[in-house]
C-alpha cells in the first residue's frame, strides 16, 4: 500500500509533463495556418500609345500550399510606389501604368493578410520611349490604403513634370478618383496643380479618403419619420375642415352669383398648393429632413482609379494610376 501511494505523485507527474508537452504540439498547425509563405511574380508588357510608353503589368501571388492570396499588392518603381491593386479570386491583378522616359526597375510588393505573409517578386527592368513633347505623370503613395468604416485615409498623389523646359505656359492638371465604393467620398488639395516651364521637381497633392461609419456608430438621435395614422390626422384635419366647410358654402351661393364660383375656384387651387408646400406633404417631409437612414460604407476591397487630366483647349492628356482600398 505505501510503494502505490508513494508512486502516486510521480504518475501525476509524468501526466501533467505529457499535457504539457502536448499543447505545443497541437498548437503548431495553427500557427502555420496563420504564416504561410508566399511567392509574388510580376510579369511586365511594354507597347507604345501615341508616343507614350505603357506597361501592362500582371501580378501573381500564390502561398505555399498551392492556394491563390488575397489583398493588395503594391508596384514599385526603384524603390517608389507607382501603383496599387487587389488581387482576384485567382490571386490575381492586371493593370496599365504609364512610365516617363527613361530606364525603370519595376518590383510588386505582396502586403499580406490574415493567413499570408508578404512577399516581393523579382525586379523587372523596361526601357520607356523618351520624348520631347511636355508631358507629367502620375503616382501615388501609399499605394495601399486600410480603413475601418467611418475613419478617413490620407494618402499624396504627385505629379512629376516631363519635359517640362518645352513648356511656353504654364501647364494645369486636375485630379479626380473614381471606383471608391458607396457612401464614401475622395477630396485633393490642392485639385488643380500647375506646372511651370523648366520645372523638374514632384508636385504633391494630398489625397483623403472618407468613409461613412452608419446610423448606428455615429451620436444616437431620434431617426425622423413623417406624421402617419393618428398622429397626422389632427393637422391633417386643421387644414382639411376649415377649407372643405368654405368650399362647400361658396359652392352653395355659386348657383345664384358667378362670382362667388370663381371665387370658390380660387379657394380650391389655394388649398391643394398649401397642402403640396407644407408638413402634411411626403415629398416635403423628404427634401427638408432627408432620408431616415445612414448606411455604413460596405466592407470589401477595391481598386480606386486616380486620374489626372491636362488641355490646352485643343488636345487633352489623361494620365491614371490605381490604388488599393480596403475597408473592414
Not at 492556394?67 to 507607382?82: E, H, I, N, S, W
Not at 527592368?125 to 478617413?152: E, H, K, N
Not at 477595391?302 to 487633352?316: E, K, M, P
Amino acid at each position: 500500500m505505501r510503494s502505490l501511494i508513494s508512486r502516486a505523485p510521480r504518475l501525476e507527474l509524468v501526466a501533467g509533463l505529457g499535457v504539457a508537452l502536448a499543447l505545443p504540439a497541437l498548437a503548431l498547425p495553427a500557427g502555420n495556418a496563420r504564416s504561410l509563405a508566399t511567392q509574388t511574380t510580376l510579369t511586365a508588357e511594354i507597347h507604345d500609345q501615341g508616343g507614350r510608353t505603357q506597361a501592362t503589368l500582371t501580378v501573381t501571388v500564390i502561398a505555399q500550399d498551392g492556394q491563390p492570396a488575397t489583398g493588395a499588392v503594391v508596384v514599385r518603381d526603384k524603390g517608389k510606389p507607382l501603383a496599387g491593386f487587389v488581387l482576384d479570386a485567382a490571386g490575381r491583378a492586371t493593370s496599365i501604368v504609364e512610365l516617363s522616359g527613361g530606364d525603370h526597375n519595376l518590383s510588386a510588393v505582396y502586403t499580406g493578410d490574415a493567413t499570408h505573409m508578404t512577399s516581393v517578386s523579382q525586379v523587372s527592368p523596361v526601357r520607356a520611349i523618351v520624348s520631347t513633347t511636355p508631358d507629367f505623370t502620375v503616382s501615388i503613395a501609399p499605394a495601399a490604403v486600410t480603413l475601418t468604416a467611418g475613419q478617413s485615409g490620407t494618402t499624396t498623389a504627385s505629379i512629376m513634370p516631363v519635359n517640362a523646359a518645352s513648356l511656353t505656359a504654364p501647364m494645369f492638371v486636375t485630379l479626380s478618383c473614381s471606383g471608391l465604393p458607396d457612401q464614401s467620398a475622395c477630396t485633393f488639395t490642392p485639385e488643380n496643380i500647375e506646372i511651370l516651364p523648366n520645372a523638374t521637381a514632384a508636385i504633391p497633392s494630398t489625397m483623403v479618403i472618407a468613409t461613412s461609419a452608419g446610423i448606428a456608430a455615429t451620436a444616437k438621435a431620434t431617426p425622423q419619420v413623417p406624421p402617419t395614422g393618428r398622429s397626422a390626422s389632427p393637422i391633417a384635419w386643421a387644414v382639411l375642415l376649415p377649407g372643405a366647410l368654405g368650399l362647400a358654402g361658396l359652392a352653395f351661393g355659386a348657383r345664384r352669383r358667378r362670382w362667388l364660383s370663381r371665387l370658390s375656384l380660387m379657394g380650391l387651387v389655394a388649398l391643394v398648393a398649401t397642402l403640396g408646400t407644407t408638413a402634411c406633404s411626403p415629398l416635403y417631409w423628404y427634401y427638408n429632413h432627408g432620408p431616415t437612414h445612414n448606411l455604413p460604407t460596405p466592407s470589401g476591397a477595391y481598386t480606386v482609379n486616380v486620374t489626372a487630366q491636362s488641355s490646352n483647349g485643343i488636345t487633352a492628356i489623361t494620365h491614371s494610376t490605381t490604388m488599393a482600398l480596403t475597408v473592414n
